[in-house]
């Protein structure tokens, strides 16, 4: 059982497929309000900074065209009077830098791009509003960033292995991506996003940090892993996926969320207890609630009717209730150690409801299943299920154990290998 549910893990989960009302921004889409001029001695196309000496002679610029790279062995830098950078800002593996102050800079069209500065301190960008993208990895000194304007236009936020404890000064409302990952003292997360073009994943943080993006009304695909509590009070849509996965949420409500354009996934939280999505209607993709050991009820779905892929319930509970579903476009596999009442998903089998190839209802002393086709296919239709469950899950395996170690992969190749992983699994089911 437990294979079945990893299985899923990552096809339910991780995906971003495209909606048709999904518009996605280019990191490079960020501008100035006002463009500057660019004074002589100030288009630079690609320069690089390995002394103090080579930031100051920038110091008569309001704006500089091209890519700054800093790097070397300085142990403090600053930029000085520069307003604007349209191109990139990057400081890559200046191991001895401990602290870099930008005090007039206010956008950034391309990316501010720092990784491997492992004793970097300080980071001062007081009037820094507008960056086409923020990637920050393997910064593990840096616990605060000074952000006196907050950053109101972002189109990617990624950051992993740092030490900050909040995400303060990031006021963006907008974005495409926002990805927190493997920031061990990162406490909390209060977030004024309102929509997500593509992704939003928070992951692999301080075991207690609490998770608030109560103005959020829709987003492509969401997943929350490794999180202590989530607040989604304006959550509406879906347009993807949205996960929970290895938590310690005790309770999951969604109040407003009425539909899922791809999966929803329930895995592996042990101290879920409750888990209320009253107004969702429809879930076009699979339905995962699996090996969630204090979840002895499933019962807040009171809403819902269709779900587009299978439905896999796995757990130790003694009640599963969906009383208005009137069609699954995939199979159902019910399993419970607990007595459980299959009834219900009885009567949805014999209407036809369930669509799928197979039928499974398990409890402790009850034991229903069937299928469209005979015994024998049933038999090999399952055990085919069972081998596509086994290779997803190493594959799922891989996937976190990576994740966790802070690596920053390629999301078009993660999306690839999942929606491939995905399509051989839906196969089996139909």
Known sequence: MQFKSIALLGALASIAFADDDVTTSSASAASASSTLSIASGCSLSSATATAQADLNKYASCSALKGDLTISGSLATASLSGVKAIYGSLIINNATLLTSFTADSLNTITETLDLKSLTILDTLALPELATVGSINFVTLPALDSIQLNTGLTQINSIYISDTSLETLDGFDVTSLDTFNVNNNKNLNSIDSKLENVKVALEVSYNSNDVEVAFDQLQWANNITFNDVSSVSLSSLQKV????????????????????????????????????????????????????????????????????????????????????????????????????????????????????QGDSYVCKGASTSVSS????????????????????????????????????????????????LAGVAAFALSLI
């Open 239 to 354: 347009n993807s996926s949205l996960g929970f996965i290895n938590t310690s949420l005790t309770d999951i409500e969604i109040p407003n969320l009425t539909a899922i354009g791809g999966s929803l996934t329930f895995v592996s939280n042990n101290d879920l207890e409750e888990i209320e999505l009253s107004n969702l209607t429809s879930i076009s993709g699979g339905f995962d609630i699996s090996n969630n050991t204090a979840l002895s009820v499933i019962d807040g779905f009171d809403s819902l009717e269709t779900v587009g892929g299978a439905i896999i319930f796995i757990g130790n509970f003694t009640n599963a209730s969906l009383p208005s579903l009137k069609r699954v476009s995939g199979g159902v596999d019910i399993e419970s150690s607990g007595d459980l009442d299959c009834d219900s998903f009885n009567s949805l089998d014999k209407k036809g409801s369930i």
């Open 371 to 418: 299928s469209i086709a005979s015994t024998s296919t049933s038999s090999k239709a399952s055990s085919k299920t069972s081998s596509s469950a086994s290779g997803s899950a190493t594959a799922s395996s891989s996937s976190a154990s990576s994740s966790s170690k802070g690596a920053a992969g390629s999301v078009g190749v993660q999306t690839g290998s999942i």
